[in-house]
Structures are given as structure tokens and as C-alpha cells.
């Protein structure tokens, strides 16, 4: 074992080596000659004195000599080639470009020359291969981040065990949106102009949902869902996912002004939040797998999120009761809703105030901006995406760029989605099918009166409604 407080070079490891044989190999001769001078000569103690004093003299003066012209050989010829070795291998730690630059005399031995020639290219070829690996986890974190939150590669790529099955149990925030009518409008429309449009939603989403520090789980289509929670919690993970969510609602309406310009029609977002615990890792088979949460806290995130209207962002009871000193709601909204054995309890948030997050919706249209109209129309119920085959009637009474307040002769549940087409044309414009869902509905003289708020509607009837709003303001 080499002891910690001896740090001896290479020039004093060598030159006491030479210095201490050297020493030993006179002593030896020393003690020979004066045994043989006695033994052969039958010498006395004197002479013996005198010439031991004549040898330790001989032995100083070749010891000396040999030292001083050791000392310079071994300095010109190894010692100094080995310290330059040495002084290069330091510069690698401050700056490795400048580690193959080592000054040898011409006349150094070709064994340390040839150490110093296989050392330059075994570094270029350490330095081209560290480079190599640096440049593919790049790209990996890279090209995987695009499909996996950078925070999830991440904690994949530093774990030995981050490419195994399994899981762990973590409570989270979930946040689910999904664009209103969005595959009704791609029906009737370049199939790359909608990517395009799509494309440009989904980094806008995205963006805000990494600057909350979520996790984008999954994009399915225009819907996407995003963690708060995982792989890690920040502690305020409820107050981060509302937050966001109404950013996201907020950009959207920027979103719609550029798209508009563009020729393409406005979008409709709807946002479910709920917060739970879920089995958070990754799942599937060693065939194909994906890094994903499960558990009933994103099924009723995805419940609530189909509650919802564009515009609106609704959060669970679970959610609420953790942010409800600091979130703005409108009164609680209950469902019965299949396969629960409870009704579905949420809340339309439009505003949140706490020390870090101060943000709230931006409505596009005052509640009572109101067209007082009367117009007959059909409507189709929808359940499970599925249209009932037979229309029934119903008739507007008042409407907005928003929503439709009508009479219906038969009931119609909360929440209900419904597909309307209005029975007339104006001015050689016929109206195209509006969809809508059913958010608030009461009694009336043998009629129902149902407030449709609109999900998807062609941006030329929202049109022909505006002008006769600011008709009607006149």
C-alpha cells in the first residue's frame, strides 16, 4: 500500500536508486579489500586504518563523480521526458487540446517517444468516441423528448432499472383537453392544412404545459394529456395544472386570431383536471411498451374534460379541495355518468390567485352580449359518438358567438351533446350543423328551456350571427 504522505517523482525515486546501489556496491568493495589486504599482506590495525581511509576516499570521490554525470544523463535522457509526460497528462483536466503538445529532445529514448505517439492517438481516439457517445445521448434525449417529456428520458437514461417494467403508486394531477368538433372540420378540409393547423395547437399547448414543468403523457390526435406529479412533485401541483390550463385557454384565443388570418377556421378547447393516485412507470410488454400513468384519477379527468365546453376548464372535487382558498369556481356542476357509482362532482374554474400563479380566463363575449332570436331547428342526440337516428325540434330564443338559449318539446339531460342544424338559408348561405352540449336547463309552460353552449360551428355562421348582433346594438 503507497503511503499517503509520500509523493516522491520520478527524479527522486531514480537518482536515490542509483545513489543507494552505488553506495552499496563500494561498501562491499570496501570491506572486501581490507579483508584481503589483512588476510594476504598480514597488515596491522595502522595500516589497515590508513588504508581504509585511502578507499572511503576513492569511494567518495567516484560516488560524486558518478552522481554528477548520472544525474545529468538520467535528467536529459529519462527524468526530464517523463516530467514533460507527466506535465501534459495534467493540461488534459484545464484543456485537452493542448495534452498532445509535449516537447521531447531529439535524442530521447524511442521507448518514451513511442509512449507518447500511442498516447496522443489512443486520446484522439478516446476524445472521438466520448464525442461519439455524447453526440447519440444527445440525440436520444433529443429525438425521445419529442415523444416523452425531456424530464422522463431523462430519469430513463440515468436509472439502470429505468428500462424495465414496473411501476410506482404517486399522487398527481391530471390534465386532459380536446379539441371541440375538430374531426367535423377536417372533414371538409385539406387533410395538410389541418395537420398544419394542428400542429401549430399542439406547440402552443405544449410549450405552456412544459413552462408549468408537466409532463406531456400522450398526444392522441388533437388530445393530449398531462401529468403534474410525476416523474416528481413540486409540492403545488394542483395550483401548476390550473394555472396552465388557463394559459392554455388564454393562448388559444391568441391562437384563433392568427389562424383566422390564415384562413383557417377557430378552435374550441375544452379542459378536464383531477387530481389522484395512479400507478406512474413504465407499462406494457418487453415487445412495446410506454412510459404512462394508470388508475381511476385519469379516467375521471377524461370524464370531466367531456363535460366540458370550449373555453372552459373544469376540475374534479379532488382538485378543488386542494386549491380552494385560491381558485375563482362557478357553483359545483353534478352528474350521474355510466359505469359510477356516484355522481361525477366538478367544478368551471375562471380564476386562480396564490403566490406564485395569478391568472383567469379571458372571456372572449360578455354573458349577456344576447341576440333575442327565434329561429326553429332539428337536433340529433349524441351518446358514445354515436347520432340518434331520429331529429327532434326545437326552437332558438336568444343567441351568442358562444352559446344557444332554446325551448325543446322534449327534455334533454345535462350535458347532453348534440348535433343542430337550423331549417333555413340566408342570403343563398345555408347553415352548416352545429354542434353544441347542454350546460344548464329548466322548466318551463309545458317547454324545456336548455342553454346549448356551442362546441364547433363554421366560422361564416358565426359570421352572419355577429352581424346580426351589431345589427341588432344599433
Known sequence: MIGKNKKNGVREILLMGVFWRILFIEAVLLVYSLFYRWFTDNAGPSDLFWYAIRIILLVGIIIIFMMVTLKKFLTDKIIT???SLAAANKEIQKDYTRADKIDLADDSPDEIRTIVTSRAAMLKQILAVSEERLHLVNFIKETFGRYLSQTVVDEILASPEGHKIGGTRKEVTVLMSDLRGFTSLSEDRDPEEMVQLLNRYLEKMSKIILKYDGIIDEIIGDAILAVFGAPKS??????????????????????????????????????????GTVIVGNIGSEVRMKYGIVGDAVNRASR?????????????????????PTTKVMPAQHIMMKGMKKPLVFYSVFAIETQNYNVALEASIPSDARLAIKLPFQYWTIQ???????????????????NIYATTTHPIDLYTDIKLNFDFCVEAHCFDDIYAKSTSTQMGQNLRRTKFSITAMDENDKTIIRKWMKEAAV
Open 384 to 402: 358514445d359518438k354515436k347520432i340518434s337516428a331520429l331529429p327532434l325540434l326545437g326552437e332558438t330564443i336568444a343567441m351568442d358567438e358562444n
Open 304 to 324: 370531466i374534460e367531456s363535460n366540458s365546453v370550449g373555453g372552459q376548464v373544469l376540475i374534479g372535487e379532488s382538485t378543488y379541495s386542494r386549491v380552494k
Open 81 to 83: 521526458p517523463l516530467e
Open 234 to 275: 413540486h409540492g403545488n401541483d394542483p395550483e401548476r395544472a390550473i394555472a396552465c390550463a388557463i394559459e392554455m385557454q388564454n393562448c388559444l384565443a391568441i391562437l384563433n386570431q392568427e389562424v383566422l388570418e390564415s384562413g383557417y377556421p377557430c378552435l374550441e378547447m375544452g379542459i378536464g383536471i383531477n387530481t
